[in-house]
C-alpha cells in the first residue's frame, strides 16, 4: 500500500513541478517493515499523511467536477475533519465520505441546496433530523455536517442492515428510488480513492 501512495504521489509530483517532496525513510512497527513517508511542503505537513494525500489528489479533480471550496487550507481542515470523524468507522470511509461531500456541495461548507432547504458540506437538513441529532444544529459549521451526515449514514446502514451503498442511495433523500446518485458517488469515490 505504502509503494502504491509513493507511485502514486512521485506521478503527481512529476506532473506539478510545484509540489516538491522529500523522502524520509522511518521505521514503522507494524508488519515489521519500512515504510516512507513524504515530508510535504506547507500547508500539507500540517495534517496527517492520509488528509494531505487525499487533498493532492483531491486538488487534481477541481476542475472536473468544479469544488468549490476556498482555497487549499479550507480542503485541508475539511478532509482533516472527515478524517476524524471517520477513521475508526468499518463501513464509510474517508474517501467515501468525501465524495459524498463533493456531490452534494462540491465542498463548499456554505453551500445551499434552494429547492430543497440543504445546507453545509453534507447537506443533512436539521429540521428532518431533529430527534436523532439534537446537536445538530447549525449546517454550516464543518464538524457539525460532517458528522451528521456520518450519522445519517449509520442510521440508514443500521435500519434493516442494508449495504454501505444501499445507506449511500438512501441518503440522497429520495428515499433510496435512485442507483444515479450512487453511481455518481462510486465515480468520484474511483476518482479519489488509491486501489492496491
Given at each position: 500500500m505504502a509503494k502504491l501512495i509513493i507511485s502514486l504521489l512521485l506521478t503527481l509530483v512529476l506532473s506539478t513541478p510545484a509540489l516538491a517532496l522529500d523522502f524520509v525513510r522511518i521505521d514503522q512497527l507494524t508488519d515489521f517493515t519500512y515504510t516512507y513517508q513524504m515530508t510535504l511542503p506547507s500547508p500539507y505537513n500540517k495534517y496527517p499523511l492520509p488528509v494531505a494525500d487525499l487533498a493532492i489528489r483531491v486538488e487534481a479533480l477541481k476542475k472536473k467536477y468544479w469544488l468549490e471550496y476556498k482555497d487549499t487550507n479550507d480542503l485541508l481542515e475539511t478532509l482533516n475533519i472527515i478524517w476524524e470523524e471517520t477513521r475508526f468507522d468499518k463501513h464509510f470511509t474517508m474517501e467515501h465520505v468525501t465524495a459524498i461531500a463533493i456531490k452534494e456541495s462540491k465542498l463548499n461548507h456554505v453551500a445551499h441546496n434552494r429547492r430543497d432547504g440543504g445546507r453545509g458540506l453534507m447537506m443533512a437538513m436539521p429540521r428532518y433530523w431533529r430527534k436523532e441529532l439534537p446537536?445538530?444544529?447549525?449546517?454550516?459549521?464543518?464538524?457539525?455536517?460532517?458528522?451528521?451526515?456520518?450519522?445519517?449514514?449509520?442510521?440508514?446502514?443500521?435500519?434493516?442492515?442494508?449495504?454501505?451503498?444501499?445507506s449511500t442511495r438512501r441518503y440522497n433523500g429520495s428515499c433510496g428510488k435512485t442507483w444515479k446518485y450512487v453511481a455518481d458517488i462510486k465515480r468520484i469515490y474511483k476518482d479519489i480513492r488509491i486501489t492496491a
Open positions: 446537536w445538530y444544529n447549525d449546517p454550516y459549521n464543518k464538524r457539525q455536517s460532517i458528522r451528521a451526515g456520518v450519522n445519517v449514514l449509520q442510521i440508514f446502514k443500521s435500519e434493516k442492515n442494508r449495504s454501505t451503498w444501499e
